[in-house]
């Protein structure tokens, strides 16, 4: 798909932030990175910030940066949330966790915090994973606590919900550390790939950091066998442009939502749950509903293409095949009956065009 269309406000601006990179001859580590952390970090409230290659990787730092100061060990079990990107528990099973896959709270579709507490007081959990599917906060600040008391570290997937709020508390900055995607697609996303850890750790935040760079503390003296993860300074410079506007960008994904929530209103389409006390920040607007491909297939017909996160969990990717073999139905069905609607760069009209052929639907 291209992304002419979102990155056209911006246009001006990212040819002015490449054009000032190409001129200073900096292309790594250099003053644009530097700037960004500080910006990134400023706008989730937290003290450190590691801008890397990507999403992935960001999350692999954050395990294995805790596999390296001994927080978390080859075994340890991370409870996380079964309705998610693949990329959320790819980490996990790299470096030898076991994934403890939870079922979602049918409201947020993030994890069940509930049934999570529940688990934790069964066996001994070293990590929870909460993913701010679609933009929604997942968070629950009671039983965090609960959580943290017992020493549970709280990790936060945070690449789809850059900006959002819990109480008034940025996503990003609930848990111990939080990983960012800029993926194109996403909210702010970058021209090509780029990540970012975030976290009030500073011992974590000096270990990614050098595992980072090769697992240099200093120049050829390497503490740890690590990897390149580093970002352009040209993705730095794009997203600082971007994260300036990212109130603008959220705005728009916002008002778009609330022209579904209000407009849509057809018994076969079940909506999103708006959070009270949440600023969700619609990365996705997901519906459900029973008959799925007919309803795509008479969307399309109207000239408005729909899309699925995801069609096929975790679990039961072939990567995975005889690893998970707990039944997860809550997942399995909403994998079988949600539909993404389009919400980046909808207009208002057309944002009422599509509420209203939905609410003609029929099956
Ligand atoms: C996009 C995404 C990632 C991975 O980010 P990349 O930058 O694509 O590597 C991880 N988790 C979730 C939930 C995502 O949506």
């Not at 450190?48 to 080859?74: C, F, M, P, Q, T």
């Not at 600082?240 to 076969?268: F, G």
């Not at 073999?325 to 949600?338: A, D, F, G, V, Y």
Request: hydrophobic fraction near 35%; proline fraction near 5%; glycine fraction near 6%.
């Amino acid at each position: 798909m291209s992304l002419k269309k979102s990155n056209s406000p911006y246009e001006e601006e990212l040819k002015e932030a490449v054009c000032g990179v190409i001129t200073s001859g900096w292309y790594l580590h250099g003053p644009q990175t530097e700037s960004f952390e500080k910006e990134l970090a400023a706008s989730a409230g937290k003290p450190y910030a590691a801008a890397v290659s990507n999403g992935l990787d960001a999350l692999r730092l954050i395990i294995r940066g805790y596999l390296e100061l001994g927080k978390l060990k080859r075994g340890d079990a991370v409870m996380v949330n079964a309705n998610t990107y693949i990329a959320s528990i790819l980490p996990l099973t790299e470096f030898g966790l076991r994934p403890i896959l939870i079922e979602p709270d049918p409201t947020t579709y993030g994890i069940n915090w509930e049934a999570a507490l529940e688990r934790s007081e069964k066996e001994n959990i070293a990590a929870m994973m909460t993913v701010h599917l679609y933009g929604t906060p997942s968070w629950d600040a009671d039983i965090a606590q609960k959580m943290r008391s017992k020493g549970i570290i709280l990790i936060e997937d945070n690449a789809q919900a850059i900006g959002a709020e819990y109480k008034g508390i940025a996503t990003g900055a609930l848990g111990d550390a939080s990983a960012f995607s800029f993926y194109p697609t996403k909210n702010v996303g970058a021209l090509g790939d780029a990540g970012a850890v975030v976290t009030g750790d500073e011992e974590l935040a000096k270990t990614i950091r050098a595992l980072a760079n090769y697992g240099s503390d200093r120049r050829y003296h390497n503490i740890y066998t690590g990897y390149n993860c580093r970002i352009d300074e040209i993705q730095a410079a794009m997203l600082r442009v971007k994260l300036r506007h990212l109130d603008r960008i959220i705005k728009e994904r916002n008002t778009t939502a609330s022209i579904y929530s209000e407009k849509i209103s057809n018994p076969r389409i079940t909506p999103p749950s708006r959070i009270e006390e949440c600023r969700q920040v619609w990365h996705q607007y997901v519906v459900r509903t029973e008959h799925r491909d007919e309803f795509r297939d008479y969307l399309l017909q109207h000239g408005i293409f729909t899309d699925i996160h995801y069609a096929t969990p975790p679990h039961l990717q072939p990567c995975y095949r005889g690893i998970f073999t707990t039944p997860l139905p809550l997942t399995e069905e909403l994998s079988r009956t949600i539909v993404s609607l389009p919400i980046a760069d909808i207009s208002i009209p057309e944002a009422e065009y599509i509420s209203e052929i939905i609410n003609d639907y029929r099956k």
